[in-house]
């Protein structure tokens, strides 16, 4: 039920971007220092992280949090008797922004729809994103609306309430990212590139203007439901499983196309997809995969998988991408957190992160540092 949904997928931070959406460059930025030997893991905390990182103060604090709501980083106490947070990157972002990765420099769009799904994703940091996107009762609305609508939720959920200005920043960052709204574009025009400088993800097409107010400025909005041609049918197939796998199926299950288009939580909802469409996606990528196949049933289809749907995402979204993980030196999961700091480790396990490295791994792997 919706009632709870947030309560299980989020956690309460809100207005932690400094009211920055995510620019062109800043995740790659974050990498880049972290992985240095000679800057590392503190560098959002060091005094020159401005000219390290080639912004402002403010924009330093909204690089370190998209890094890590994107599920980049994790963050952990420098030493036990620290109260500030140092940073290491995940193995996701070791296999999409390193040099010998993905696509460090994001020239693939389908990297925007998989950094949108692993925001979105539970433990999700930003709840006014997946209000935003996965518990309003309409496509269109305003701010003020979403604003209302997530603090409905919050208290719903049982959580302290946020200051009602925070939330609306939150708002208001998610309109800046995804949408145009100083101008009115002319019909059939393309986004210009000052406006993909500014957010990229804007280039998703997932969010419009419909009626502008004083001065042009836009005063309410829609989520659109044109066809995402910028949107492989291997990266719906990707989140599909990922969310069948986040959902607790398990190797020789299967989970119904209704639920994936439907749900509070789904590839539907995140991307703005029908179920014809989720559809016409895993029949373009089962073909490759002979471990996936879509199911006829009374009334219903089902996508089925005879292995653990987390393994069968990841190797349909590294063979999109030309197989990364055979390259050359490059790290498996429990390779690489061995090669992170203990802290890193020990907070995966506090806080239970499966959707990093299994429970098991996790608990073998801090376990040995105690």
């Not at 390779?335 to 396990?349: A, D, I, K």
Request: proline share 6%.
């Amino acid at each position: 039920m919706l009632e709870t949904k947030l309560k299980d997928v989020a956690e309460p931070s809100f207005s932690r971007h400094e009211t920055f959406h995510p620019r062109f460059g800043w995740l790659l930025k974050a990498y880049t220092a972290l992985t240095n030997p000679d800057i590392g893991n503190d560098v959002f905390l060091r005094d020159n992280a401005t000219v390290t990182l080639g912004v402002g103060k403010n924009m330093v604090n909204a690089i370190r949090f998209w890094s890590y709501a994107f599920k980049l980083t994790v963050e952990y106490p420098k030493d036990p008797t620290s109260r500030a947070n140092v940073a290491s990157p995940t193995w996701e972002a070791h296999w999409l922004l390193d040099e010998n990765g993905a696509d460090p420099y994001l020239e693939d769009t389908a990297s925007l729809w998989l950094l949108h799904w692993w925001l979105l994703a539970k433990p999700c940091y930003t709840p006014t994103w997946w209000v935003a996107f996965h518990a309003q009762s309409t496509s269109r609305f305003k701010t003020a609306d979403l604003t209302e609508t997530t603090l409905r939720h919050v208290r719903l959920a049982g959580w302290e309430p946020p200051v009602e200005a925070s939330v609306a920043k939150d708002a208001d960052c998610l309109t800046k990212m995804y949408g145009r709204r100083d101008e009115q574009p002319a019909k059939g025009s393309r986004m210009g590139f000052e406006d993909m400088l500014d957010s990229t993800f804007r280039e998703l097409g997932l969010l419009e203007p419909i009626t502008f107010g004083r001065a042009n400025s836009v005063d309410s909005w829609k989520f659109t439901s044109n066809a995402r041609t910028s949107l492989p049918p291997a990266l719906v197939t990707y989140a599909c499983l990922d969310y069948a796998a986040r959902s607790g199926a398990q190797q020789g299950g299967s989970i119904a196309v209704a639920r994936l288009a439907n749900e509070p939580g789904g590839p539907g909802k995140a991307f703005r997809l029908r179920e014809p469409e989720i559809v016409n996606a895993l029949q373009d990528t089962a073909g490759a995969h002979p471990q996936l196949e879509l199911i006829e049933g009374i009334g219903q289809r089902s996508l089925g998988f005879n292995a653990h749907p987390k393994d069968l995402a990841w190797d349909v979204l590294d063979n999109y991408y030309g197989g990364v993980r055979a390259r050359d030196g490059f790290p498996d999961r429990e390779t690489w957190y061995r090669m992170q700091p203990p802290g890193m480790l020990r907070e995966m396990r506090r806080r239970g992160r499966t959707d990093l490295l299994d429970q098991p791994t996790i608990d073998q792997l801090a376990g040995a540092l105690l």
